[in-house]
């Protein structure tokens, strides 16, 4: 599941593994490879101290180029605003489909 954010791309996928996971990725185009490891740096720091309550969940954050030069609390902000969105997704989708209201009977 992909959920997008200001700063970040979040990819999702529950797994039954009791811990969440976690991969970063940042083009080229976030910046030098400076740049990059430290947004790359900031994402396992935002996904450290948050960890306990991410659940059992493999993620993948791709850094937008327009995080390059934001602080922590900007892209703590951003990954804990897109995983709420991803956690309203994941159980949205997990809910039963309705059944269809059977029809009334003519006649009756």
């Given amino acids: 599941m992909r959920v997008p954010g200001r700063l970040i791309v979040l990819f999702a996928l529950p797994t039954d593994r ?9 083009t080229k185009k ?8 430290r947004q790359r740096r900031l ?3 935002v996904f450290r101290r948050h960890r306990h309550g991410i659940g059992s969940l493999d993620l993948v954050v791709n850094v937008r180029p327009s995080s390059k030069g934001c602080s922590y609390r900007d ?9 709420h969105r991803l956690r309203r997704r994941l159980a949205r989708d997990a809910r039963p489909a309705r059944s269809p209201r059977p029809d009334k009977k003519e006649g009756s």
């Fill in 18 to 26: 009791g811990y969440a996971r976690l991969g970063v990725t940042a």
């Fill in 75 to 83: 892209l703590e902000r951003d990954f804990l605003a897109t995983l």
């Fill in 43 to 45: 994402v396992r720091e």
């Fill in 30 to 37: 976030v910046g030098r490879a400076v740049v990059r490891n």
